[in-house]
């Protein structure tokens, strides 16, 4: 199976799992108080319907795979895994960066200043690659972006930012 | 109107304007950065304004952006917004041969004429259709939001079903939290944090900003070179607005009326405007070698659809295209509920959106002529620089939204659904407008169903819904019809191909 029906098949499935489970959630909520509908009917119908929608896709992708069918967006999006343009592991190394960020934002592990300048000055060389150029641009926007969104989200704002 | 329009030269607002066109120009000129996001990424800051000043800024970006993303199809042959995709077929070919000015200026003049023209019908239209909407009962709505989900669903991303699973999937989001008709608490899945539901701003910014920047860092790479630029034949001459002004014409309509239906935008309209075009042209075999006439049906098209689609948002409150359903949310966070009543209830709000609208369109004509150089240059910046500033925005406008840090986490994880629904072929702007309109059509529901004792007949037998749910069939049929048949025809797959 190529790429984009793999893909498409995984995400319909998930969905089809969040819908159901809002289905059955929303099934054992109470009858409404004040109107005929209640709080449940509105979420039902919502759910109920995207399930159904989505075994249409699950069983329209299937019937496609068996045919050996190929879409127009599927057959771009192989081409473009194949020719390599896309590169996942910058990805896959800019969300644990992302996550990082974010945790030393929930744990204030230290001032805004001192944990957004590493993770602009990394991302900027990750995606740009290594050179004295690069890093001299990186540190510069870093630097200029963290102090600067500092005292303007806090000064002028009133933001309470990590460090206060 | 007058006190509106003269509003708008009050410093401060006029300085929004400025600063709203200027800064959607430079988003809609570099590739990948996009009206949506800009105006997503903004209303935190809007927080801090009056319900005026915000709408100003707001609506002046989205003027902008429309208009920026002609430069970097001009001269990138990258369109900076799918709205510019139609530009670019002509518009670098014609820059490519040695006219760069004269490209870009008969697309400057060609989207001032389109606002213009599209601002008339904003200005005309927009208080007799909501006062006609007045009349509306919760059924009727109901269906009118059924039926706008329809054509948004078919119209957008091409695969009508994804579209539909979009949509719902964002009607779903709004459920978890405090049932707003009966107080209940529904679909919280045990996290209390979800009390007040998935927020506006983090599903926003999470939906187009940060899924947006996931996918530039999955293919960062260089762009080309921006050709050689001279102003010769930037300013468009009378003779050449007497020959184009037919054109200028037919493609503000086009543009208007598709951004009037709700959920369908600017780069529909321009793709239909320029296939229009090219039938009525006497020279159609230029099309898509730098054909002048391209570039001005695609340039008025798409501007004028912002016009267009302000109308039933300022009449209905329906979207009339994805910015539109964010500029709701943003009405929505200043305690103003877009729709036929906003006429009575702030209708300094409503002028003042129509009037920013006008002078909006005279500050980009004015900001493209005049800096255009500066534009060119700014779209040539390279996204390893610009991603990380973005998503630092978007860290701290979502948290300084409640100094929380769920809202964060929110942002983050929409980004990562928007990233994925996208990469699997489901459209994004569904999945806003569901987001949007589902509380409204969930409470109209219930609301009609409380004036009949639960009767839910006359959602069918009441002439107007009926009529509407009618409508909203009949796509959902057509849509079906011709998306397989074209699927079936080699000629479609040939021309398509093409």
Redesign the interface.
């Known amino acids: 199976m190529q790429y984009f029906q793999t893909l498409e098949a995984w995400v319909t499935a998930g969905l089809l799992v969040v819908s159901t489970a809002f289905l059955v959630s929303s099934t054992g909520l109470p009858a409404g108080t004040f109107d005929p509908l209640g709080p449940g009917a509105a979420p039902e119908m919502v759910s109920g319907l995207l399930c159904l929608l989505c075994l249409t896709v699950l069983i329209r992708g299937a019937l496609r795979a068996a045919a050996g069918v190929d879409l127009e967006e599927e057959a771009a999006v192989d081409i473009i895994k194949r020719e390599g343009v896309e590169s996942p592991y910058s990805l896959a190394i800019f969300f644990v960066l992302l996550l990082g960020y974010l945790l030393a934002f929930q744990w204030q592990l230290g001032h805004f200043i001192a944990i957004t300048i590493p993770f602009v000055f990394v991302t900027i060389l990750l995606l740009g690659g290594l050179s004295l150029r690069n890093g001299i641009i990186a540190l510069a926007i870093a630097t200029g972006l963290s102090v600067g969104f500092f005292y303007v989200m806090t000064g002028f704002f009133t933001i309470r930012l990590p460090g206060i | 109107m007058l006190d509106a329009l003269l509003g708008t030269f009050e410093p401060f607002q006029m300085l929004m304007i400025f600063i709203g066109v200027f800064s959607g120009i430079i988003v809609g000129a570099i590739p990948g950065l996009t009206g949506s996001m800009l105006i997503a990424l903004t209303l935190p ?1 809007t927080f ?1 304004m009056s319900p005026l000043h915000a709408t100003s800024l707001l609506v002046a970006m989205y003027v902008g952006s429309i208009t920026g993303a002609l430069i970097s199809a001009t001269l990138l042959r990258m369109p900076g917004s799918p709205a510019a995709v139609m530009t670019t077929i002509d518009g670098y070919p014609l820059a490519k041969s040695g006219q760069p000015g004269r490209a870009l200026g008969i697309g400057i003049a060609a989207s001032f004429w389109g606002s213009l023209i599209a601002w008339l019908a904003l200005a005309l239209l927009t208080k007799p259709l909501s006062e006609l909407a007045v009349i509306l009962g919760p059924f009727d709505y109901f269906a009118l939001v059924m039926m706008a989900m329809v054509l948004i669903a078919s119209v957008t991303g ?1 695969d009508m ?2 579209g ?2 979009a949509g ?2 964002g ?2 989001v709004t ?1 978890p939290g405090i ?1 707003p ?2 107080g ?1 608490m ?2 919280m ?1 045990g996290v209390n944090d979800l009390i007040g539901g998935f927020k506006l701003l983090p599903v926003l910014i999470g939906v187009f900003a940060v899924s947006q920047i ?1 996918a530039d ?5 260089a762009r080309p070179e921006p050709l050689v630029y001279t102003n010769k034949g930037l300013f468009m001459s009378w003779k050449d607005l007497r020959k184009f002004f037919p054109n200028i014409l037919r493609s503000s309509v086009i543009g208007t009326v598709v951004g009037i239906l709700p959920g369908v935008g600017a780069s529909v309209a321009s793709a239909f405007s320029y296939l229009v075009a090219r039938l009525q042209s006497k020279t159609p075999e230029k099309f898509g070698t730098g054909s002048e006439e391209g570039i001005v049906a695609s340039e008025a098209a798409n501007n004028a659809s912002v016009g267009g689609a302000l109308i039933p948002l300022l009449a209905l409150g329906i979207p009339g295209s994805v910015v539109d359903a964010i500029l709701i949310g943003a009405l929505t966070i200043h305690s103003i509920q877009p729709g036929p009543l906003m006429f009575s209830s702030n209708p300094e709000i409503v002028w003042n959106v129509i009037a920013v609208d006008l002078v909006a369109t005279f500050v980009m004509f004015a900001l493209m002529l005049g800096l255009v150089r500066f534009y060119i240059r700014v779209a040539g910046v ?4 610009l ?3 973005i ?3 978007c ?2 406008g979502v ?2 939204l409640n ?1 929380t ?1 769920f809202d ?2 929110t942002m ?1 994880g929409f980004g990562v659904v928007g990233f ?2 996208e ?4 459209s994004l702007g569904p999945f806003v407008i569901g987001y949007v309109l ?1 509380k409204v ?2 409470a109209k ?2 609301q009609g ?2 004036f009949t ?2 009767d839910i007949l006359p959602l069918f037998t009441s002439p107007l819904s009926a009529t509407l749910l009618l409508v909203a069939v009949v796509l959902l049929v057509w849509s079906l019809l011709t998306e397989r048949r074209r699927k079936n025809s080699p000629l479609s797959a040939a021309l ?2 093409e």
């Open positions: 800051i801090h091409g079903v994804k539909l699973i719902f999937l009607m779903l459920f049932d008709s009966g209940e529904r679909l899945f996931f860092v999955l293919s960062v790479k390279p996204k390893q620089y991603l990380p500033v998503m630092v925005c860290v701290v948290y300084s100094n840090m964060v986490w983050l994925i629904l990469r699997a072929g489901f589902a059509a969930e529901l219930r169903l409380m004792d639960g398509d191909e």
